[in-house]
């Protein structure tokens, strides 16, 4: 199995000794000291966030020449805890090292047992090894809980609503019930006494619930701190050993309008690989194919597209499951058409177009985001065959969306036709004068009507 970017660094102990890292550490430069990193220990950017406990944005800058500097203690001890410093490394950097010399280190206290691990006092010598006295005890260890099964399953109820309701449903009005749900579940997580599997499922509860604030932080057009709680989910959901291509897809969203889109389509194969046979496999095969597309890797994106179609004739959506997680046939028409018109294939594009506008009319719910980037995608692909009328009659349609659904996903696509519409062979043309005119208009009323999002 392919190295994933999430798995742990493996730092050998001679890399904190080498004459470059030390001169680094003593000049606080982190930037060179993850450049050495990558360089010697093969670690990504994503895995030295996650070790940190940074975004990958932050690690990227650190790295960039000339790039930010660290300069707060707290993150300097985060680094150094993260990447597992040793004291001489530690010291280099200016911070005190976890021993003393000749000083014996102290023992750590010993956490409360979260996972399988039982711990029992030492059996009293010359005790009948039969004795069920540590059977009493390890029955007391599984039962003692102040989080009862109602609570946990209450959590998941409506962390699986909430991801029902993600089409319907204004985003930052969402935003704000997913963003309190995850403080009660994080709150059980830090203050409760949770047996093992309640600790396992409310951190799966958890990942999902930043996986899916990630997504809706995205859409409103906050793609810093959907970077991090896409990198939070992750975390989680490893932690949890469960499902990771919420988080994978969630990170690869947000690369993807950050334009950084190398990562995008690393991101959307990892969370591919990683996920099991679900409508998110087929989903991350296609966001693949649209990053390499938007890379001009046609190559690649023909593969992945491969990937995505034979995903998709062994896995099968329910026709009435809109999650944010589901994959229904006119999102995988949008990924179709999309991925058509940047590979310049128009006609590929309004035959993507048509098998979702039938879909709707065999009665399919109609989610409106992906409505309206259907309608844009459709107008681009008129555009490509120089039918501005048509390119109009999309615009037009697209014009009655409700400004609470007009999410930055539709505005981005809406911006993309705009500057197609503004090449010099229109400058002269009155209609496309005017539909720009509308596209500003458009733009601007976007989400006026959501209420305020509930800062998190």
């Given amino acids: 199995m392919p190295k994933r970017a999430s798995d742990p660094i493996v730092i050998p102990d001679e890399l904190w000794e080498r004459p470059q890292m030390t001169q680094a550490l003593t000049a606080r430069d982190i930037g060179t000291v993850f450049h050495i990193l990558r360089q010697y220990a093969g670690a990504t950017q994503t895995q030295i966030a996650i070790a940190c406990g940074l975004t990958q944005g932050r690690v990227s800058e650190h790295m960039k020449e000339g ?26 950097l200016g911070l005190a090292p976890r021993t003393r010399p000749g000083v014996p280190a102290p023992r750590t206290p010993e956490p409360k047992a979260r996972t399988g691990i039982v711990r029992t006092e030492p059996r009293p010598a ?41 089409t319907q449903v204004p985003a930052k009005s969402l935003l704000s019930q997913v963003l309190r749900l995850h403080r009660r579940t994080q709150d059980l997580l830090e203050s409760s006494r949770a047996r093992p599997r309640h600790t396992r499922e409310l951190l799966r509860i958890d990942a999902d619930l930043l996986a899916h604030a990630a997504v809706i932080l995205g859409d409103v057009n906050l793609d810093h701190h959907a970077e991090q709680y896409a990198t939070a989910a992750l975390m989680l959901a490893r932690e949890a050993e469960t499902n990771e291509a919420f988080a994978w897809y969630a990170q690869a969203k947000t690369a993807r309008w950050q334009d950084r889109l190398i990562e995008a389509a690393d991101f959307a194969r990892q969370g591919y690989e990683a996920s099991p046979h679900t409508p998110m496999k087929t989903q991350l095969a296609w966001y693949e194919a649209n990053a390499a597309a938007l890379l001009g890797d046609q190559t690649r994106a023909r593969q992945a597209v491969k990937r995505a179609e034979q995903s998709a004739e062994t896995i099968h959506d329910s026709p009435t499951d809109r999650s944010v997680w589901s994959f229904p046939t006119e999102r995988r028409a949008l990924f179709a058409l999309a991925v058509a018109t940047r590979t310049g294939d128009p006609d590929g594009a309004l035959q993507a177009a048509k098998m979702a506008d039938t879909a709707w009319a065999a009665g399919a719910p109609v989610a409106p985001a992906i409505w309206a980037q259907i309608r844009v995608g459709t107008g681009v692909a008129h555009l490509l065959k120089g039918d501005l009328e048509g390119t109009a009659e999309q615009l037009a349609e697209l014009l009655t969306l409700d400004p609470g659904m007009r999410l930055t996903t539709v505005t981005r696509y809406v911006a993309d036709l705009d500057r197609r519409l503004s090449h010099p062979r229109y400058l002269d043309t009155s209609l496309a004068v005017q539909l720009r005119a509308q596209i500003r208009d458009f733009n601007a009323a976007a989400l006026t009507d959501d209420p305020h999002m509930e800062r998190s």
Avoid: C, N
Wanted: aromatic fraction near 2%; charge should be negative; avoid cysteine.
């Fill in 67 to 92: 790039g930010r500097r660290v300069t707060e203690l707290d993150v300097f001890e985060r680094i150094a805890d993260g990447l597992q410093m040793p004291d001489a490394a530690r010291m280099a």
């Fill in 126 to 166: 010359g005790a009948d090894p039969s004795d069920p006295m540590d059977l009493s005890r390890l029955t007391r260890w599984l039962t003692v809980s102040d989080t009862a099964d109602e609570t946990i399953e209450s959590l998941a109820r409506s962390t699986t609503s909430l991801a029902s309701a993600h």
